[in-house]
């Protein structure tokens, strides 16, 4: 295939962006879209020319890293996969792809198309975890937990973090990925001691990074690579009403 890319540039974060226009050839139908890029960055480097920065890691659809905004959709046209899953099939000879970064005031640009997430990583340092006392691993089976709610936990702990879900949203929010990682926790006995304290601190932390609030538009979800459902947003709001006002972690 023969394809023309329309690609955000953007020095740095301070500089003023512009999209550039690129013409590939020879693109196989069977490449990733990050290997079609590949090819692309070899022609510049080639042409001495700087290669366009994306991000990208494990190229499995497991890491998150792969995060562009391609012809107006996160991730691209198709549902529930990653950029880096999305292969050249999903486009005809002739087309034009428009590529930008995710655009959100908490993901400021790097350079070009690659942003800084590390917003994310702040709010689950704020509370994402159990705190635990080392010593012996206990075993697996000692705490009884209903198939149903240990399913509902593993949906929640499916999301890989990569931001779609704040590309997509009109708000710039990241309720979806906060509640995932709220909801992995609070649905398990093991989170229970933290709960009330997670939620409030969570919270506060998606809202000191910029994020927006949710209104309920259901984008997020619709554009989720793992199909994180909105539910766990209802169950964020239960969590943080139920800590704002009882104050406690009795």
């Known amino acids: 295939m023969n394809l023309t890319l329309k690609i955000w540039r953007q020095a740095s974060n301070n500089a003023k962006g512009k999209f550039e226009e690129y013409k590939v050839e020879g693109i196989s139908e069977h490449m990733s879209f990050l290997e079609m890029l590949d090819v692309l960055n ?21 890491c ?53 997430r590390s917003s994310f990583d702040r709010i ?47 708000n710039a929010s990241a309720m979806l990925f906060t509640s995932a990682k709220v909801s992995q926790l609070a649905l398990l006995p093991q989170g229970e001691a933290e709960r009330k304290r997670r939620a409030l601190a969570m919270i506060e932390q998606h809202d000191e990074e910029g994020f927006g609030a949710c209104t309920n538009t259901g984008a997020c979800e619709a554009e989720c690579p793992k199909e994180i459902s909105i539910t766990h947003i209802a169950r964020l709001n239960r969590e943080f009403r139920r800590a704002a006002f009882s104050g406690s972690e009795a």
């Open 42 to 62: 070899e022609q510049l480097l080639e042409s001495g020319k700087d290669p366009v920065h994306f991000d990208h890691d494990c190229r499995e659809g497991i």
């Open 64 to 116: 998150g890293m792969c995060s562009l905004y391609i012809n107006g959709k996160p991730h691209g046209p198709k549902d529930a996969i990653t950029t880096c899953q999305l292969h050249m099939r999903s486009f005809k000879d002739g087309d034009i792809i428009v590529i930008e970064p995710w655009r959100a005031a908490a993901f400021p640009v790097i350079k070009d198309v690659a942003v800084d």
């Open 124 to 170: 689950m340092q704020a509370g994402g975890y159990v705190s635990v006392n080392t010593g012996g691993v206990p075993d697996a089976n000692e705490i009884a937990i209903a198939k149903p709610i240990a399913d509902e936990a593993m949906d929640a702990a499916q999301c890989i973090g990569c931001g779609a879900c704040v590309a997509a949203c009109k």
